[in-house]
T-cell receptor, first 114, second 114 residues
Framework: AQSVTQPDIHITVSEGASLELRCNYSYGATPYLFWYVQSPGQGLQLLLKYFSGDTLVQGIKGFEAEFKRSQSSFNLRKPSVHWSDAAEYFCAVGAQDTGNQFYFGTGTSLTVIP | EAQVTQNPRYLITVTGKKLTVTCSQNMNHEYMSWYRQDPGLGLRQIYYSMNVEVTDKGDVPEGYKVSRKEKRNFPLILESPSPNQTSLYFC?????????????FGAGSRLTVL
């Protein structure tokens, strides 16, 4: 069965420090991969997605993610975190079959300290 | 502006009092879905709809009903709410239910059942 694992429930970083949020997936074929961000009191917004091609993808707000097939991972990174990046981050997988095919991780809550 | 609109955003109700959370999208999307978000559990799918008059259960459908009479609307109905349905609810839509589509989320509806 498909699944998405975000091993870090909560992460705290200092403003200006680098960030990496981990995401591992379980899926039989190459999935479509997404990172969504949920700011406090808001809905989820797409940060970036990977469908095919270059395994390093750029997103909004200076985020990037790298697809590593051998590790079944799609980790999210940012070189320098801003206080406004404090939010909940969700990794998601879209399967290639037809039908209802979206799976979400349990989320990682990011706190940014000044 | 392309958006998914949910109402109400906040609701406090009592056990057994029927309520409906509305969801409307203006993007002509075929696919719509309801999720609930609970601490430590991430997003769990309640129901989804692949198109008008086509609905199906997600992972946690118990205690909920949906209908899809029009393409733009996908209301979530709690016939007899119970305290364990206290949660943050999100409606989302996409062009189709295939995994290569980006989900657009509403801002969320926070429901408290006393």
């Amino acid at each position: 069965a498909q699944s998405v694992t975000q091993p870090d429930i909560h992460i705290t970083v200092s403003e200006g420090a680098s960030l990496e949020l981990r995401c591992n997936y379980s899926y039989g074929a190459t999935p479509y991969l997404f990172w969504y961000v949920q700011s406090p009191g808001q809905g989820l917004q797409l940060l970036l997605k990977y469908f095919s091609g270059d395994t390093l993808v750029q997103g909004i707000k200076g985020f990037e993610a790298e697809f590593k097939r051998s590790q079944s991972s799609f980790n999210l990174r940012k070189p320098s975190v801003h206080w406004s990046d404090a939010a909940e981050y969700f990794c998601a997988v879209g399967a290639q079959d037809t039908g209802n095919q979206f799976y979400f991780g349990t989320g990682t809550s990011l706190t940014v300290i000044p | 502006e392309a958006q998914v609109t949910q109402n109400p955003r906040y609701l406090i109700t009592v056990t057994g009092k029927k309520l409906t959370v509305t969801c409307s999208q203006n993007m002509n999307h075929e696919y719509m879905s309801w999720y609930r978000q609970d601490p430590g559990l991430g997003l769990r799918q309640i129901y989804y709809s692949m198109n008008v008059e086509v609905t199906d259960k997600g992972d946690v459908p118990e205690g909920y009903k949906v209908s899809r009479k029009e393409k733009r609307n996908f209301p979530l109905i709690l016939e007899s709410p119970s305290p364990n349905q206290t949660s943050l609810y999100f409606c989302a839509s996409s062009l189709s239910g295939m995994g290569a589509n980006v989900l657009t989320f509403g801002a969320g509806s926070r429901l408290t059942v006393l």
